[in-house]
């Protein structure tokens, strides 16, 4: 992915956030707290370095959950309109992962790694995408 400036935001525009710098990677997650938290049939987080992400207006709320896996995940909303904006896996120092639907501009997006595909809803087939891994160890 392209060193590149990206902005975002939440959906009632409290919360705005800049992201500096190259994303590590676009993944695609088919865990049931990615499906819980998306509403969806997976989540999709842009990771990126903390030191990368700038909240530029609004707080974040944050609450901790446990992942698929058992460690902790730290997860920050915004606190007037409840959309996700990142969490952070506190087993992974110094990352962030950004919900990138949050994103001003999605039309780059391109998903590099899928995880937790045993747990994948069974009308989704995986023909083509990215590399994926079953579960995490």
Same mark, same amino acid.
């Given at each position: 992915? $392209?060193?590149? %400036?990206?902005?975002?935001?939440?959906?009632?525009? $409290?919360?705005?956030?800049?992201?500096?710098? @190259?994303?590590?990677a676009l993944a695609i997650c088919h865990c049931t707290e990615c499906q819980r938290q998306s509403?969806? $049939?997976?989540?999709?987080? #842009?990771? %990126?370095?903390?030191?990368?992400?700038?909240?530029l207006r609004g707080e974040l709320k944050r609450f901790t959950r446990s992942s698929d896996s058992?460690?902790?995940?730290?997860?920050?909303?915004?606190? @007037?309109?409840?959309?996700?904006?990142?969490? @952070?896996?506190?087993?992974? @120092?110094?990352?962030?992962?950004?919900?990138?639907?949050?994103?001003?501009?999605?039309? *780059?997006?391109?998903?590099?790694?899928?995880? *937790?595909? $045993?747990?994948?809803?069974? *009308? #989704?087939?995986?023909?083509?995408?990215?590399?994926?891994?079953?579960?995490?160890?």
């Amino acid at each position: 992915m $392209a060193d590149t %400036t990206r902005e975002g935001g939440c959906q009632c525009g $409290a919360v705005r956030y800049r992201i500096q710098g @190259e994303a590590l990677a676009l993944a695609i997650c088919h865990c049931t707290e990615c499906q819980r938290q998306s509403g969806s $049939a997976f989540g999709m987080s #842009l990771i %990126t370095r903390k030191q990368d992400f700038t909240l530029l207006r609004g707080e974040l709320k944050r609450f901790t959950r446990s992942s698929d896996s058992g460690r902790p995940v730290i997860c920050a909303f915004c606190p @007037e309109c409840g959309t996700r904006i990142h969490h @952070e896996p506190a087993y992974l @120092e110094g990352v962030v992962n950004v919900k990138p639907g949050t994103l001003d501009d999605t039309s *780059w997006l391109k998903p590099t790694i899928q995880g *937790w595909t $045993a747990s994948k809803q069974p *009308w #989704l087939e995986l023909q083509n995408g990215p590399p994926g891994f079953e579960r995490q160890s």
